[in-house]
Every structure is written in structure tokens, then in C-alpha cells.
């Protein structure tokens, strides 16, 4: 691991105004981070993870905050930065708030606009990582800058961290500086991050504001058929590929069996008031239908999954081949990760051998206490229709590297966003975009968090 020094990009003009709105920079530096392609491929490549952390090193030098940059390859670097000025309660155990700044891959010929151009348009600021995650990240510095230009301390001393390799499972990122560098996060004992605290609208004087308090599992399979090769024009009954087949049909259309976390349980419930409705435990995806497009997230955490992803067999095509092999996808529902594997390996048979290739822990937490009673407070300073509820999320984040630390992983990148967008298709998707207004709304609402968390 190395550490470098910020570049000497000349960070963007401020204005007298910007000292003292924790929302007056927030646009402005989520649009020049998305300016930085920090594109992940995964396999250890990445385009501009180094250049980023460098230009967040600078926002936070600016205002006198140092930080380490550190990569555990080469251009592969994470931001840490330890924020504790005078005023803040140093008896308190350090708030963990950590973001990411690498993205997926874009394809700009789908895309009406340069994913990295960082447009402006109806309203909305367009590009790559708008939602996942450079909007947080802009949060972050713009709540940061202002409150050290304004001298107004947090409550608690902040440990700020920008992993790199987020999109690729973290190995480069959280995963690793939890393994080599746990003096770094062992002495935080509550965190927040991306993929939590945004809305949905019930009514106009209802919303509710998703807070993540748990995320599924990950399992990465791959399936392995062995069988007989020869020539394409004989009769086979040994043919690898058609094993394979035979077994990811079986897998691709299982259904699995409802297991409601108590995260899910609590969700639901809170569902039930909201709409004034009952929830049929017995057709529960019926009740999610209600929810609009954010039914596809939630109805992804009822059960565990497995998709198959990624499928390899043959070079040649009238030659059979003597083996094939499949990719699965599998995330569970906390506590359920051998149901997962046990499963799999049953519907797969007896003929194909089943390989995990990535494990990836499940993370919950229970939805209560001071950090919780903040973000109700915080939320309600801005929308007073707020109701914050807790839910399990489908899909995983870097609170996953913290494996073995006792540490509080909640999702609270908070956003009140219009009830007309599909936002949970704005994840990896094409014209990803989040409003100008709610990128605002989620500065004002962490500057009051960090008064109370």
C-alpha cells in the first residue's frame, strides 16, 4: 500500500453565500466529481479512482481537513480522513461515514447524454454514479466545507472514508483496509452509507423514507458439467452443455420460499399503516404491487435468489465438448446462506459440481436508538410528512467488509425524490440522474444529522 499526495487541481471558485448553506456546493462538486470517469471493470482495473480520491483530498484541504490516500494497487485509492475539531464530544466513539467513488461501466451510445458530461436538464443533474454514489460524496464535502468555514463542530468526532472498488465486490477496497488496516475502523461503533433514505411517496402529507438496516448476502456459484466429447453430428447422451442446461433451467426458474427478516416484517408493517391495508402473507407480492417501481427492490428481499449470469461450453460447432460451465448470482436473506448453497447443489444433481467462488457476508442491524432517533429528526427538519422506516436491501455495499467489527451499518444517503421516478432504475442504469432539488434536500438533511447522530 502506498500513499500519495493530492494533485494540484485548482479546486472551484466559492462564493460568500457557500459558507454558510450546507447545500450551496453540493451540485456543483457531484457535477465535477462525475466529471472524473472512475469507471470499474472489475479484475483490477479501474480508470480514475486515483484522480477522484485526489480531488476529494483537495475539497477537504481546502477547509484544513488532511486525509491518506491509500491504494492497494496501483491507481486504486481510497480517501481516509479523520475529522474532529474543536467542540466536538471526543467521548463519543467516532460516526463511520464511508462512500465510494468508483461506478459501473456506461455505454455512451445508449445513453441521450455523455454519461460523464455531467449535464444539467430538466432539473436533474444526468450522468454516472448521480445516484450510485457521487451524489453522497457531494454531500459529504458540501455539509463538511460549510460547517468549517461556519466553525460548527459535529457532535461526535467523523471518520470519512472514500473506498475505491465499491462495484466490484470491494476486495480492493474495504475489504482489504479491514484486513490490513482495522485500526482505521475498529474504534467506530455506528456507520452510515449509500442505498438508504430516500423516499417514497404515500400521499402529500405521507412519505416514507427507506433507512437500510440490512442487505442480503452474497454468493457467487459457478457450475461445472463434465460429460463426454466427440462429434457434433453423433448421438451423445454424455454432452456437458445439455447437463448444464438441464440444471440451470431448474435453478433459473425455482421458486423460493418467502423468509421474512425482521427488517422486511417491520417494513411491511409499516406499509400496512401507511396505505391502510392489510398484508396477505400469503400473496404478499400482490400488496407490493402498491409500492409502484420500488416493488422490484423490495420484492427481491422476500426470498433468497439465484440468477444465472454467465454460461462458457465449446470452441467449435460441430465438436462436443467434454465440459461447460455456468456463473450464478446468489443472494440470501440473512441467515439463510446455507438454504442457498443446500438448494442449489439439490437442483443442480448429482452430475455437476458446484463451486462458490465469491462469499460475501449478510450485514443487519436493529432499527432503533440515538443514531436512528437522528436521522427521524433530521428528516423532519426538512420534510415535516417525513416518517423514517427500516428495510433489507437486495443488493450489498462495503458495509460488508466490516466482517467481524462491531460496527452499526446503516443505508441513510437521504433524498426526497419526486413520487414519478423510477429511482430504483436509475442504479446501473442508462441515463442515471438524480434532481437537483434532492441533492440539496440530502445536504440540509446530513448537515442536522451531524448535529444529533
Same mark, same amino acid.
Given at each position: 500500500?502506498?500513499?500519495?499526495q493530492?494533485?494540484?487541481? %485548482?479546486? $472551484?471558485?466559492?462564493?460568500?453565500?457557500? *459558507?454558510?448553506?450546507?447545500?450551496?456546493?453540493?451540485?456543483?462538486?457531484?457535477?465535477?466529481?462525475?466529471t472524473?470517469?472512475? %469507471?470499474?471493470?472489475?479484475?483490477?482495473?479501474s480508470k480514475? &479512482?486515483?484522480?477522484?480520491?485526489e480531488?476529494? +483530498?483537495e475539497?477537504?484541504a481546502?477547509?484544513?481537513?488532511?486525509?491518506?490516500?491509500?491504494?492497494? &494497487?496501483?491507481?486504486?485509492?481510497?480517501?481516509?480522513?479523520?475529522?474532529?475539531?474543536?467542540?466536538?464530544?471526543? *467521548?463519543?466513539p $467516532?460516526?463511520?461515514?464511508?462512500?465510494?467513488?468508483?461506478?459501473?461501466?456506461?455505454?455512451?451510445?445508449d445513453?441521450?447524454?455523455d454519461?460523464?458530461? +455531467?449535464?444539467?436538464?430538466?432539473?436533474?443533474?444526468?450522468?454516472?454514479?448521480a445516484?450510485?454514489?457521487?451524489?453522497?460524496?457531494?454531500?459529504?464535502?458540501s455539509?463538511?466545507? *460549510?460547517?468549517?468555514? &461556519?466553525?460548527?463542530?459535529?457532535?461526535?468526532p467523523?471518520?470519512?472514508v472514500f473506498?475505491?472498488?465499491?462495484?466490484a465486490?470491494?476486495?480492493?477496497?474495504?475489504?482489504?483496509? +479491514?484486513?490490513?488496516?482495522?485500526?482505521?475502523?475498529?474504534?467506530?461503533?455506528?456507520?452510515i452509507?449509500?442505498?438508504?433514505?430516500?423516499?417514497?411517496?404515500?400521499?402529500?402529507?405521507?412519505?416514507l423514507?427507506?433507512?437500510?438496516?440490512?442487505?442480503?448476502?452474497?454468493?457467487?456459484?459457478?457450475l461445472?458439467?463434465?460429460g463426454?466429447?466427440?462429434?457434433?453430428?453423433?448421438?451423445?447422451?454424455?454432452n456437458?452443455i445439455?447437463?448444464?442446461? @438441464?440444471?440451470?433451467?431448474? #435453478?433459473?426458474t425455482?421458486r423460493?420460499?418467502?423468509?421474512?427478516?425482521?427488517?422486511?416484517?417491520a417494513?411491511?408493517?409499516?406499509?400496512?399503516?401507511?396505505?391502510?391495508? &392489510?398484508?396477505?402473507?400469503?400473496?404478499?407480492?400482490?400488496?407490493?404491487?402498491?409500492?409502484?417501481?420500488?416493488?422490484r427492490? #423490495?420484492?427481491a428481499t422476500?426470498?433468497?435468489t439465484v440468477?444465472p449470469?454467465m #454460461?462458457?461450453?465449446?470452441?467449435?460447432?460441430?465438436?462436443?465438448?467434454?465440459?461447460?460451465?455456468?456463473?450464478?448470482?446468489?443472494?440470501?436473506?440473512?441467515?439463510?446462506?446455507q438454504e442457498?448453497?443446500?438448494t442449489?447443489?439439490?437442483?443442480?444433481?448429482? %452430475?455437476i459440481?458446484?463451486?462458490t467462488?465469491?462469499?460475501?457476508?449478510?450485514?443487519?442491524?436493529?432499527?432503533?436508538? @440515538?443514531?436512528?432517533? +437522528?436521522?427521524?429528526?433530521?428528516?423532519?427538519?426538512e420534510d415535516?410528512?417525513?416518517?423514517?422506516?427500516?428495510?433489507?436491501?437486495?443488493?450489498?455495499?462495503?458495509?460488508?467488509?466490516?466482517?467481524?467489527?462491531?460496527?452499526n451499518?446503516?443505508g441513510?444517503?437521504?433524498l426526497r425524490?419526486?413520487?414519478?421516478?423510477?429511482?430504483?432504475?436509475?442504479?446501473h442504469?442508462?441515463?442515471?440522474?438524480?434532481?437537483?432539488?434532492s441533492?440539496?434536500?440530502?445536504?440540509?438533511?446530513?448537515?442536522?444529522?451531524?448535529?444529533?447522530?
Open positions: 500500500m502506498t500513499s500519495r493530492p494533485s494540484s487541481q %485548482t479546486p $472551484p471558485v466559492q462564493t460568500e453565500n457557500a *459558507s454558510r448553506r450546507p447545500d450551496a456546493e453540493v451540485v456543483d462538486i457531484c457535477r465535477d466529481l462525475i472524473h470517469d472512475t %469507471t470499474n471493470y472489475g479484475a483490477g482495473e480514475g &479512482e486515483r484522480e477522484c480520491a480531488r476529494v +483530498a475539497y477537504l481546502e477547509v484544513g481537513i488532511s486525509s491518506e490516500l491509500i491504494e492497494t &494497487e496501483p491507481r486504486r485509492s481510497t480517501l481516509v480522513a479523520h475529522w474532529e475539531p474543536e467542540g466536538t464530544d471526543s *467521548s463519543v $467516532p460516526l463511520l461515514i464511508h462512500c465510494h467513488t468508483d461506478v459501473v461501466p456506461a455505454v455512451a451510445g445513453w441521450s447524454v454519461p460523464f458530461a +455531467a449535464e444539467v436538464k430538466d432539473d436533474m443533474l444526468w450522468g454516472r454514479g445516484v450510485d454514489m457521487k451524489d453522497f460524496d457531494a454531500m459529504l464535502l455539509v463538511v466545507r *460549510s460547517r468549517v468555514r &461556519e466553525g460548527r463542530a459535529p457532535r461526535r467523523i471518520r470519512m473506498f475505491a472498488d465499491e462495484e465486490g470491494g476486495e480492493l477496497g474495504s475489504h482489504t483496509l +479491514a484486513r490490513t488496516r482495522p485500526e482505521l475502523f475498529n474504534d467506530c461503533t455506528d456507520a452509507s449509500e442505498v438508504g433514505g430516500f423516499s417514497l411517496t404515500v400521499r402529500e402529507d405521507l412519505r423514507y427507506l433507512v437500510q438496516t440490512a442487505e442480503k448476502g452474497l454468493v457467487w456459484l459457478k461445472i458439467a463434465e463426454r466429447a466427440g462429434h457434433g453430428s453423433m448421438r451423445n447422451h454424455e456437458a445439455t447437463e448444464l442446461a @438441464g440444471a440451470l433451467h431448474r #435453478i433459473g425455482h423460493w420460499p418467502d423468509r421474512l427478516h425482521p427488517a422486511q416484517k417494513f411491511l408493517a409499516e406499509v400496512e399503516d401507511a396505505f391502510g391495508i &392489510e398484508v396477505d402473507n400469503d400473496d404478499v407480492e400482490q400488496t407490493l404491487e402498491r409500492l409502484g417501481s420500488i416493488s427492490m #423490495i420484492g422476500m426470498h433468497n440468477n449470469t #454460461i462458457e461450453g465449446g470452441y467449435k460447432a460441430n465438436v462436443i465438448p467434454g465440459r461447460a460451465e455456468a456463473q450464478l448470482d446468489g443472494r440470501f436473506i440473512p441467515g439463510f446462506e442457498l448453497i443446500d442449489v447443489r439439490e437442483l443442480a444433481g448429482p %452430475t459440481q458446484v463451486e467462488t465469491v462469499r460475501r457476508r449478510a450485514v443487519e442491524t436493529e432499527f432503533a436508538g @440515538g443514531l436512528v432517533e +437522528a436521522m427521524r429528526w433530521s428528516l423532519s427538519q415535516p410528512h417525513a416518517r423514517a422506516v427500516p428495510y433489507l436491501l437486495s443488493a450489498g455495499t462495503d458495509a460488508k467488509g466490516f466482517e467481524g467489527m462491531d460496527i451499518c446503516f441513510f444517503a437521504p425524490l419526486p413520487p414519478e421516478l423510477d429511482f430504483t432504475a436509475l442504479f442504469g442508462v441515463d442515471e440522474r438524480v434532481p437537483l432539488e441533492l440539496e434536500f440530502g445536504a440540509r438533511v446530513l448537515d442536522h444529522f451531524l448535529d444529533r447522530a
